[in-house]
């Protein structure tokens, strides 16, 4: 029994009764029933992703380095996550690296082909064809008894390019031989370019000595000595045996100039022997054509 004022409360199986204190009629007021209610299981959401605020750096640079990438609208919206962006980015700094490197290798090789050489810095005249500078010979380049470094070569009939006859009246000189051994000379001998007529050189004779093959090694089976007289040019562009810039440069073998030798006339066989070889190196030594054996064919 709880009491409230002049009312008590009386708990009977009926519900709770009300007894005032003036003794009144109880009466009893049954409170209604409690409605039952049932409550569903609670269906747990999936999680959303989390959203980064890239803005909040503490948060930002939590996040792994691939997370990184997918939280960035900015990196997203350009597609800086994707492969094929980083492949592209590779590929151009590929193609600039060698546009460079070619750039500068091309640069290099202009500039080597137009520095002057010593001889062109004299008051000795050039002669310029392409991007090269020959220097012609003057008159006291041809001094008997004069000796050169030299290659020998040979060209004409049955050679590996090909060639035809060398022996015509179609040599830079206007001239070839029959009988007489007849070679061409490189351009910084020669004295003039290709198709500029006989350069100072045509007519002279040399005695050409064997001394080594390309290797270095002894020529075998060779005659020792043999006179020729200069009726071609050899040109310098184009090949390298006969690229030397003037008289004081040389060719991949350290040599000066370039008998370059007319098969038909029977020079290379003559010079070249049975050895088997078609280069050497040796000694080119200007003598009076009184040495020389043969006849000038003009006509």
């Keep these: 029994m709880m009491r409230s004022g002049n ?8 519900g709770i009764e009300v007894v005032n204190a003036y ?11 409690v409605p039952l209610t049932v409550v569903a299981p609670h269906k ?31 990196r997203r919206r350009l597609g800086l996550s994707t492969p ?18 070619v750039g500068a290798v091309v640069s290099t090789r202009s500039h080597r082909h137009h520095t002057p050489s010593a001889a062109a810095n004299s008051s000795t005249p050039t002669n310029t064809f392409s991007s090269i500078a020959i220097a012609i010979p003057t ?16 060209y004409g009939s049955g050679d590996e390019a090909g060639s035809a006859s060398c022996n015509t009246l179609d040599s830079a000189c206007g001239f070839y031989t029959s009988p007489g051994y007849a070679a061409a000379v490189s351009q910084n001998l020669y004295g003039l370019g290709p198709a500029e007529g006989a350069g100072p050189a045509c007519g002279t004779c040399w005695r050409l000595t064997p001394a080594t093959d ?17 009726n071609h040019i050899c ?7 006969c690229g030397q810039y003037n008289l004081t440069s040389t060719n991949l073998y350290g040599a000066y100039v370039d008998f370059n030798l007319c098969i038909d006339s029977g020079a290379s066989a003559a010079l070249f022997g049975g050895s088997g070889i078609g280069l050497a190196v040796g000694n080119a030594t200007e003598v009076d054509c009184g040495n020389w054996n043969g006849t000038r064919i003009t006509n």
């Design 235 to 241: 040109p310098a562009l184009g090949n390298p045996l």
């Design 44 to 74: 747990q959401e999936p999680e959303s992703p989390q959203v980064i605020d890239t803005e909040a750096p503490e948060l930002f640079h939590k996040l792994d380095p691939k997370a990184r990438i997918a939280s960035n609208p900015t």
């Design 84 to 101: 094929w962006f980083w492949t592209a980015i590779v590929t151009l700094i590929i193609a600039f690296l060698v546009a460079a490197i």
């Design 7 to 14: 009312a008590e409360f009386v708990q009977s199986a009926e």
């Design 214 to 230: 390309s290797s270095g090694n002894g020529v075998r089976n060779k005659t020792s000595s043999i006179v020729v007289m200069v």
């Design 23 to 33: 003794d009144t009629p109880r009466h009893v007021h049954s409170e209604p029933p």
């Design 139 to 154: 008159p006291g380049t041809f001094t008997i008894g004069r000796s050169f470094k030299a290659t020998f070569t040979y």
